[in-house]
């Protein structure tokens, strides 16, 4: 237990019917959908409420306000669950989440709309975070691998999926019901846990670590808006950014040194401790920078370079989805059957790198087949790393820190993808300036003026000559992009090489190998609910 805080536990509820674990992971897995599903949807919806709302200046906002209040909220719900019970913190973000849903699609203009997604970020922090500690709570880390098939494909359903399912329910019942889709999906998932999971009740006499959680907050806040406003809204080296920097900076150092005076610390820096649990963070990081920037920068590649449709830019990454779909449910599977796991994160990395180099060598005459096979290298490489690197890192804490671990990881992930299309974007756009004046003159600046990233209507509205020169510069930023993000996953394979194949808890005792350290030795199982 933490050094200060006693936990009463009741363990009455220990038992678990096989049937019911699987009505409890159904449900989790709606969860999880509700969460990765709604920026997808939301964003085909945006045209439209912009149409009827108005207030197109604010318009980032709205996914901006849903990020930051998502980001800074994601360590706070693991620390609840873990001092207070995790089935109340999840029930919890999700009917914040359910709420703020509901009042977004009863916004009537975009200040509103702004501040109810705000709510709803504030929800979906918990999201993921609730289904990640809720599984490493039922399921023993050697038996968790058979579920990440499961959890891959919710994640490639909800990327193929997302923007199919939004433009239909747009297009048909209008953009609230955008939100309100949300209401039904999440009640299933509401009456189906409080009904069916059952888990050790915790109260905590030590306090929420109210200072922690509002310098964190600051802290991940100011580093979102740098990444988000960063070569958009102010110029890199602008004061309003330097600003943002020194706040986060200074949040993020005031952050650290309070953990070590904190009784009941939001993140606390021992799990650090361990070494395996510090390389899944790193890896974690690493893996949302170029994960997300290839989902940005792919589909817009297909719909310039390769005049693929926009309507189903979800199905454009089919072949990374259903590579990363296959190769997760089968790195679970061995991992289960053998326990071993070490070789999944480098043999990822290995992946992500060569299919980023490949990626970069696309130009104008790439063919579809060509690139198809190169985003499934890609996905291949990311099925290794997803889910092992959140199973590897539950594994290396404690069941006390379960809850911790699991947003750590998640934030980890999360702030990498905004460093990611952050600094690819930046490059991106920079080369495609400077290819378009090349090729276009004068026109050609003044088609990038606003955006280096042109739809298919302002496409098919240029001069042949201008339109030529775009497809060029797309070919030559995603180079550049793809490139960098080779680079910078060289980064994660060191970490992978460094990774201690520590025996996963359920796999049966093992004595500790000579000199090996005792904070990645088995962690104490005490409390662990029984899966079946």
């Known amino acids: 237990?933490?050094?200060?805080?006693?936990?009463?536990?009741?363990?009455?509820?220990?038992?678990?019917?096989?049937?019911?674990?699987?009505?409890?992971?159904?449900?989790?897995?709606?969860?999880?959908?509700?969460?990765?599903?709604?920026?997808?949807?939301?964003?085909?919806?945006?045209?439209?409420?912009?149409?009827?709302?108005?207030?197109?200046?604010?318009?980032?906002?709205?996914?901006?306000?849903?990020?930051?209040?998502?980001?800074?909220?994601?360590?706070?719900?693991?620390?609840?669950?873990?001092?207070?019970?995790?089935?109340?913190?999840?029930?919890?973000?999700?009917?914040?989440?359910?709420?703020?849903?509901?009042?977004?699609?009863?916004?009537?203009?975009?200040?509103?709309?702004?501040?109810?997604?705000?709510?709803?970020?504030?929800?979906?922090?918990?999201?993921?975070?609730?289904?990640?500690?809720?599984?490493?709570?039922?399921?023993?880390?050697?038996?968790?691998?058979?579920?990440?098939?499961?959890?891959?494909?919710?994640?490639?359903?909800?990327?193929?999926?997302?923007?199919?399912?939004?433009?239909?329910?747009?297009?048909?019942?209008g953009w609230r019901w955008a939100f309100y889709i949300n209401l039904p999906l999440g009640a299933v998932a509401l009456v189906a846990i409080s009904a069916v999971l059952h888990l050790p009740k915790k109260r905590a006499q030590a306090r929420v670590d109210y200072l922690g959680a509002a310098l964190l907050t600051l802290g991940i806040s100011s580093i979102v808006?740098?990444?988000?406003?960063?070569?958009?809204?102010?110029?890199?080296?602008?004061?309003?950014?330097?600003?943002?920097?020194?706040?986060?900076?200074?949040?993020?150092?005031g952050f650290v040194f309070w953990q070590t005076k904190a009784a009941e610390p939001i993140v606390p820096l021992h799990i650090f401790r361990s070494r395996n649990f510090t390389l899944m963070s790193i890896i974690g990081f690493f893996t949302g920078f170029v994960m997300f920037g290839a989902v940005l920068f792919l589909p817009?590649?297909?719909?310039?370079?390769?005049?693929?449709?926009?309507?189903?830019?979800?199905?454009?990454?089919?072949?990374?989805?259903?590579?990363?779909?296959?190769?997760?449910?089968?790195?679970?599977?061995?991992?289960?059957?053998?326990?071993?796991?070490?070789?999944?994160?480098?043999?990822?990395?290995?992946?992500?790198?060569?299919?980023?180099?490949l990626l970069s060598l696309m130009d104008t005459e790439t063919t579809r087949l060509t690139s198809g096979l190169y985003m499934a290298v890609l996905g291949a490489g990311m099925g290794c790393l997803m889910q092992i690197t959140m199973l590897v890192a539950q594994n290396s804490v404690q069941m006390k820190d379960m809850g911790v671990a699991s947003s750590s990881t998640t934030l980890f992930r999360?702030?990498?993808?905004?460093?990611?299309?952050?600094?690819m974007g930046a490059l991106f756009n920079n080369r495609v300036q400077d290819v378009m004046t090349e090729r276009a003159g004068a026109l050609g600046s003044r088609v990038t003026e606003q955006s280096a990233q042109l739809d298919a209507a302002s496409l098919a509205k240029l001069p042949a000559v201008a339109r030529e020169a775009y497809q060029h510069a797309v070919a030559a930023g995603t180079h550049s992009a793809f490139l960098l993000g080779a680079v910078v996953a060289v980064v994660a394979l060191v970490a992978a090489v460094f990774v201690k194949e520590v025996p996963l808890k359920g796999a049966g005792p093992a004595a500790p190998k000579p000199g090996q350290d005792a904070a990645d030795d088995h962690p104490a199982r005490e409390g662990m609910a029984e899966a079946v």
């Open 1 to 173: 237990m933490a050094d200060t805080a006693k936990v009463e536990t009741d363990t009455g509820e220990a038992g678990k019917q096989p049937k019911s674990v699987r009505v409890v992971l159904l449900a989790l897995m709606i969860a999880m959908m509700l969460a990765m599903l709604d920026n997808m949807i939301v964003g085909t919806a945006m045209p439209t409420i912009v149409g009827e709302l108005g207030g197109l200046q604010h318009l980032s906002w709205v996914v901006t306000g849903y990020t930051l209040a998502t980001a800074a909220a994601t360590p706070l719900w693991g620390k609840l669950g873990d001092m207070y019970g995790r089935k109340g913190a999840f029930m919890t973000s999700i009917v914040i989440f359910l709420a703020g849903s509901a009042l977004s699609g009863m916004a009537q203009n975009m200040g509103e709309l702004i501040g109810f997604r705000a709510i709803q970020g504030l929800g979906a922090g918990g999201l993921m975070v609730g289904v990640m500690a809720i599984i490493g709570d039922l399921i023993p880390p050697r038996e968790r691998g058979k579920y990440q098939g499961m959890m891959a494909g919710v994640m490639a359903l909800a990327m193929i999926g997302g923007p199919l399912v939004g433009g239909t329910i747009t297009d048909n019942w």
């Open 225 to 253: 808006l740098v990444t988000t406003w960063g070569g958009t809204e102010y110029a890199w080296t602008s004061a309003r950014i330097m600003e943002l920097v020194g706040i986060g900076v200074a949040a993020l150092v």
């Open 300 to 357: 817009l590649y297909q719909q310039s370079v390769q005049g693929a449709s926009a309507t189903n830019s979800g199905l454009l990454l089919l072949p990374m989805l259903g590579a990363m779909l296959v190769v997760s449910m089968v790195a679970g599977r061995v991992t289960t059957n053998s326990g071993r796991y070490k070789v999944f994160p480098v043999v990822g990395s290995v992946l992500v790198i060569v299919a980023l180099y």
């Open 414 to 423: 999360t702030l990498g993808s905004s460093f990611g299309v952050a600094i």
